[in-house]
């Protein structure tokens, strides 16, 4: 439904889904529409049946159009004629079609092959809608794209050219001057009697969601494929009709533009021996054994034969005339193999007449002069045309000319329907006749004929065609001319050289000349002046061409320069000692050859296979360079199989890294120019774990050499390629299993091993070696871990004398040669150190804070001073019987005589008390220190003073705590504050502790308090918050709740005691009155939050305070006093008539009001009415109190008259809650109201006993008024409240309270 309802046209979707489940018929939707309309859904039955009727509309011309295609299609396919005269036997394509070689371009520009033509599209499925079909000329482009025509007009069921909806087969030599897809649809593939108008034919095209394929076959005869905008350009630029798929063939020459690096592109490599012998079984001899042997035989004896019908085209023509014709003709060229043919064609049209006739025909086979210069000019022109007017050509040659050719196949007639817009109705559609050449190489071989003559008679025209016209383009042309006259051959031969990629043209030209042996030796030695490539691409004809110019070079002795195998080679045959390429042809040994290039794309070489090509190369005497490009050779050859004759004349072997020669004495790849060696020499030989073993083993040959010739080496990195050290022959194993002896003129040595632990013995084994390098001044490690130390005594006494400096991986550090440790040695870098930070950190190598530990102990010995050391999480413990510091990497620091700051940080440890001392120990051994800072850990909030070394004392050495807030007191081994504006600012304001305060705080604050009275100091005010724990009544100790005891103060002024929502009790009055009254400045003792008793025994009070007048009150507006004279709570003020106690005061003003209220009711004073809004919270069973949130509470207030309780919105009052806030009405004599309101009350039976009060209960704002009557609650009306009632009041209770938070917690209970 989804689907229907976002579709563009959900009509006509929902149409076709109910046609596919059967609801409705493919034509006749009258079901769903008069479901529709009984629906009275008129506007959707409406657009249905118009959605519906244009959907049919659509499939029904499309249908007609198809078909249409198919009936002219089947004209194309089904009179295929493989030889041009034989006009009796005519073939539909499949009777003759015959899969020739082909390949595709990847994505990365390589040809690849593929097995069939089925898998054209399936290649470039989602990468281009464009495929191009190339190939040669007579390579079967037309005759493959017609297949594909067959394919999709039968329905061919393997083929993926059966799937396009429509598929428009056009051939652009007829579509010159067309200017669009439609245009050429009408004038050649819709019949004259065709059902459709043009607008449905466009509508067809242009609809985006029919799969269209167009397949333009020989762009390279269309005529206006010069114009930028013509149509088919658009069409292969996108810029119209970007919905269709584009099929294109053409010759490799003429890629349309249009067509970028995205297009898919298809090569035909033509006939090999299956193919052809497939065709001749197919197509020529049937089930005659003999006649196909017979043929084959033919093709098989004469190899430049067999390699020109590698051209399907040839090779079809061939097999036609050899069944025809009894006799055997040898040819040796291309121009020899057409003119043999055409020498046919007139035969067989002479062989049926005699006399005049015969001798007319005779002479028109042999002077075409007419049709020469036609076929040239058609070709050269600005826009090349390969289609004419039949009247034109009748009038230009004669008729009986014009007849033998069409009668002979050479010229080729077609019917086309010409529309003339804007003529009358009878004028509108006619027929006309077109002619072209069987094939467009017959049209080059005529124009051949004319430009062949021109070289003598018309040199301006031959120059001009040469210069300006690319030999690819119209290849043949200049191959025949070559063939037809020796004078054009020299000619054509020189000018196409100078052209891009000439060289390889030009043999082929040379292979169809017919000459003298001089003229002929002349252009092979033109020839192989310049490089001669044999290429993997090249048609067998080419290579062949080629071999026979070389082999003739050879016998001639003309010196050859340079042969260059491009992919070409295969192997060596060794029986032979030849070099086979792939093609299947073989290369003899070449006797006047000089350079030869072997290049084989990512190919691993074998030992063998050098080997043999070395023999090979061996047998060319006058060689003096064998180069290999772009494959894998081996390391090395055993220097016993490596030609003498190569020895002797020192012939060059390069590497295909251009970087290295063959050592031919040695068999090993190196470098040998002397230049290049120096350069390596004076800058850094670098061996990489990824270099190839070739190079490695080149590089360690330049060492050698240079060390047997004492040559200085500046550097050599060993880059992750060092293995091990072989001690028994004291050589650096390297990963790819080479050896390097000891360098004696080597200076640096770096040894790079990325994330590798080296050992003890290993680097030792190192150190060794490099003992033997005599001249070397340092050995660098990069990107390894190295030990933390070496033994002193396995140091060689080479490196020592030599003063060898030997580098850590860090670059900072060097190795000790006389401690075997690893140190900073640079004055410099010690000097910034000492008078920074040194820090050793826990995640510091070990190397490192080994490193940095010598700092210490080389400063300390002389006596350097260090600013400060700071072990950054590296302190384990103090090992007491060394006196040391010993750190968790297991490394000892000793006492730093010079250190005048310590810095310990212990993240979250606790450091206890014999640790802590200890530490206080080693500090004092450290005789310049200063100052201990601990950071980030606990320390003992107190040190028996004992137990401190008296030098910290004497030196005051300042001992300061993780909180930087107070300092070791080495007196009494306590932590305090230090700093005289610190402790004014505190004795000035008020010293706090609070219970959330660590011990170590509190404890500094007590010290704060001794200290001062001590040096008696004023202390202003001391506040308590909620840490006091309990009071001694006897002797007024005050103990908080960290176990400190607070000392008495003489010049302690005020205390503030903040205990929220708690009652003091007398016994606490008493004992906190007692350590007053020993404060002897003491002026005043403040609560508050707390509820302080209403009266305490006057004789309990300390007469002395009373004398002082000390003040006893309770904040936060001292409403209420404390008189010591009478013992008793006073109030200040007088409270209102009615008393609000709300949860939004203050802990504070809640104790004021309900100690007001005690001393109200102990006084006997009437209240009328106090009101608990939402500050109640929870009432004991037996009702001596009611709890408030605070924490506070309210006492039975015996003059009390009416109580109002406000609950929070949504609050359920439990049994036991409301048994306890009843009894506690029950005893308040004179209470006579009891209001509880928002909240649900339990349902009341006859048990309940309330007293005297009247009791009303409303659940919220919308509920009723109930009073508790007779054990019931009861309404306004006496109506009294039934359990069902009360369920349903509940019901609506929760529902209307709901997103209370009581609400919310009463539901996550019960889930």
């Not at 020109?308 to 060229?333: G, K, N, T, W």
């Not at 620091?893 to 010079?898: E, Y």
């Not at 006057?1098 to 904040?1115: G, M, P």
């Not at 369920?1287 to 929760?1294: E, G, N, S």
Request: with cysteine; net charge negative.
């Amino acid at each position: 439904m989804d689907e229907i309802r976002n579709a563009k046209n959900s009509a006509l979707l929902m149409t076709i889904h109910m046609e596919e489940r059967g609801q409705i018929q493919p034509t006749d939707i009258s079901p769903l529409l008069t479901a529709l309309k009984d629906l009275r859904l008129y506007g959707i039955a409406l657009d249905v049946e118009d959605q519906f009727n244009e959907h049919l509309r659509i499939t029904g011309k499309m249908a007609a159009f198809i078909e249409e295609l198919k009936e002219t299609c089947h004209t194309l396919y089904d009179k295929i004629q493989p030889i041009p005269y034989i006009k009796e036997k005519l073939y539909s394509v499949d009777k003759v079609f015959i899969e020739v070689g082909m390949e595709h371009c990847d994505s990365r520009g390589s040809w690849k092959t593929l097995s069939s033509y089925r898998g054209i599209f399936s290649i470039a499925k989602g990468t281009s809608r464009i495929q191009v079909i190339e190939g040669d000329p007579g390579y079967g482009k037309s005759t493959l794209a017609l297949q594909l025509v067959y394919d999709w007009c039968n329905e061919v069921s393997d083929s993926p050219f059966r799937k396009p909806d429509i598929l428009i087969f056009l051939n652009l030599r007829h579509l010159g001057g067309v200017t669009s897809l439609m245009e050429a649809i009408e004038q050649f593939l819709l019949p004259q009697d065709s059902v459709l108008e043009r607008q449905d034919v466009e509508q067809l095209i242009t609809n985006k969601n029919i799969n269209i394929l167009v397949i333009f076959d020989a762009y390279d005869e269309y005529p206006d494929q010069h114009i930028e905008d013509s149509f088919v350009a658009k069409i292969l630029e996108g810029q119209i009709l970007r919905h269709v798929d584009v099929l294109l063939t053409t010759r490799s020459s003429c890629i349309p533009p249009a067509c970028g690096s995205r297009t898919g592109r298809i090569r035909l490599t033509g006939f090999d021996e299956g193919a052809r012998e497939q065709y001749v079984r197919k197509a020529v001899t049937g089930d005659d054994e003999a006649e196909v042997q017979r043929i084959l035989e033919q093709f098989n004896t004469n190899p430049i034969l067999r390699d020109i019908c590698q051209a399907p085209l040839f090779s079809v023509m061939y097999a036609h005339v050899a069944h025809e014709e009894e006799e055997f003709h040898d040819v040796r060229s291309v121009t020899e193999f057409f003119l043999y043919m055409i020498s046919c064609f007139h035969s067989h049209a002479q062989n049926k007449v005699s006399g005049e006739k015969r001798k007319q025909l005779q002479r028109y086979a042999t002077n075409h002069k007419k049709l020469d210069k036609f076929a040239f000019d058609s070709l050269t022109g600005a826009n090349q045309q390969l289609l004419w007017d039949k009247k034109i050509l009748i009038k230009k040659f004669g008729a009986d000319f014009y007849g033998l050719y069409v009668n002979i196949g050479i010229l080729v007639e077609e019917e086309v329907i010409n529309r003339n817009r804007g003529a009358t109705v009878a004028e509108f559609i006619q027929y006309r006749t077109e002619v072209h050449f069987y094939h467009k190489l017959f049209c080059e071989w005529f124009a051949a004929c004319h430009l062949a003559k021109s070289v003598t008679s018309f040199w301006s025209l031959f120059y001009n065609f040469c210069k300006r016209v690319n030999p690819y383009d119209l290849q043949f042309v200049y191959r025949f001319a070559c063939g037809i006259n020796p004078a054009a051959a020299k000619e054509v031969i020189k000018l196409v050289q100078k052209k891009q990629d000439g060289d390889k043209f030009a043999v082929l030209c040379a292979l169809e000349q017919k000459d003298s042996a001089d003229d002929v030796l002349n252009t092979v030695r033109d020839l192989v002046s310049r490089d001669v490539r044999i290429s993997e691409n090249d048609t067998k004809l080419l290579q062949r061409t080629t071999m026979q110019l070389l082999e003739l070079a050879s016998q001639k002795e003309v010196p050859i320069k340079c042969l260059n195998l491009d992919r070409s080679f295969d192997s060596i045959d060794k029986k032979l000692a030849h070099i086979a390429l792939k093609s299947g042809l073989c290369l003899r040994p070449i006797a006047p050859l000089k350079l030869l290039i072997i290049r084989m794309e990512a190919t691993d070489v074998s030992e063998q296979e050098l080997i043999s090509i070395l023999d090979y190369v061996g047998q060319c005497d006058k060689l003096v360079e064998l180069r290999f490009e772009e494959c894998n050779l081996p390391v090395r050859v055993p220097a016993t199989c490596v030609p003498d004759g190569l020895i002797t004349r020192k012939v060059k072997v390069v590497h295909p890294s251009g970087k290295y020669h063959l050592d031919l004495h040695m068999g090993h790849w190196g470098v040998f120019e002397e230049e290049t060696i120096r350069n390596l020499c004076s800058n850094v030989i670098t061996i990489d774990e990824d270099d190839p073993p070739i190079q490695q083993q080149a590089m360690l040959l330049v060492l050698t050499n240079s060390n047997r010739d004492n040559v200085p080496i500046k550097c050599l990195n060993l880059d992750r390629s060092f293995d091990s050290i072989d001690e028994k022959l004291a050589h650096i194993a390297l990963k790819s299993g080479l050896c390097l002896r000891p360098i004696a003129p080597l200076k640096l040595l770096i040894i790079r091993m990325e994330a590798t632990d080296v050992s003890e013995q290993e680097l030792i084994s190192i150190l060794d070696y490099v003992g033997q390098c005599d001249k070397l001044v340092e050995l660098r490690f990069e990107e390894c871990n190295l030990p933390v130390r070496v033994p002193a005594t396995c140091i060689p006494d080479g490196l020592i004398t030599r003063k060898v400096k030997v580098v850590h991986p860090s670059g900072k550090y060097h190795l000790d040669l006389h401690m075997g440790h690893w140190g900073v040695f640079e004055e410099e870098t010690i000097r910034n150190l000492c008078s920074n930070v040194i820090t050793i950190n826990e995640d510091d190598p070990p190397i490192q804070q080994q490193a940095m530990l010598l700092v210490l102990t080389n400063s300390t010995r002389d006596n350097v001073p260090i600013k400060c050391l700071n072990l950054d999480r590296s302190f384990d413990s103090i090992d007491e019987k060394l006196a040391h510091i010993a750190l968790k990497s297991g490394l000892c620091l000793g006492p730093i005589a010079s250190l005048q700051l310590l810095i310990i940080r212990m993240r979250a440890t606790d450091v206890p008390e014999p640790e802590f001392i200890s530490v206080l120990s080693y500090v004092g051994q450290c005789d310049k220190l200063v100052e201990l800072r601990f950071e980030e850990c606990n320390l003992p909030v107190s040190v028996p003073a004992t137990c401190i070394p008296n030098e910290l004392i004497s030196r005051k050495v300042k001992v300061v705590h993780p909180s930087g807030k107070y300092h070791l007191d080495l007196r009494v081994g306590q932590w305090g504050v230090f700093g005289e504006e610190t402790i004014g600012n505190l004795c000035s304001n008020v010293i706090t502790i609070d219970k959330d305060d660590p011990p170590i705080q509190q404890q500094a604050m007590l010290l704060l308090l001794t200290n001062s009275t001590r040096d008696n100091r004023r202390v202003n005010c001391l506040q308590l918050d909620t840490c006091m724990d309990r009071v001694n009544t006897a002797d007024g100790k005050v103990t908080l709740k960290a176990g400190l005891s607070l000392p008495s103060s003489p010049v302690l002024r005020k205390i503030e005691i903040h205990e929220e929502g708690v009652e003091i009790t007398e016994e606490k009055m008493v004992g906190l009155l007692t350590y007053v009254s020993k404060s002897e400045k003491m002026e005043e003792l403040v609560f508050n939050g707390c509820v302080l008793p209403v009266s305490i025994p006057a004789e309990r009070i300390d007469y002395s305070l009373i004398t002082r007048n000390v003040k006893v009150s309770c904040c936060p507006d001292n409403n209420v006093l404390f008189n010591l004279r009478s013992g008793k709570l006073e109030s200040k003020t007088k409270l209102p008539v009615d008393v609000e106690i709300r949860n939004s005061d203050t802990v504070a003003s809640q104790a004021s009001t309900i100690m007001q209220l005690m001393v109200k009711s102990a006084d006997k004073n009437p209240i009328n009415e106090v009101s608990l809004c939402e500050s109640f919270s929870s009432a004991d069973s037996d009702g001596l109190s009611l709890v408030l949130h605070s924490g506070l509470c309210l006492p039975r207030l015996s003059l009390l008259r009416k109580l109002w309780i406000g609950i929070e919105y949504g609050r359920e009052i439990i049994a036991d809650e409301w048994t306890g806030i009843l009894n506690h009405v029950k005893h308040s004599q004179q209470l006579k109201e009891l209001w509880v309101c928002r909240c649900l009350l339990p349902w009341q039976d006859n048990n309940t006993n309330h007293g005297n009060s009247t009791v009303y209960w409303n659940a919220g704002y919308s509920f009723a008024d109930y009073t508790l009557l007779s054990g019931s609650w009861q309404d306004e009306g006496g109506q009294v409240l039934t359990r069902e009632a009360y369920a349903d009041l509940v019901t609506k209770f929760r529902e209307l309270y709901r997103d209370t938070d009581w609400q919310k917690q009463r539901r996550a209970k019960r889930e």
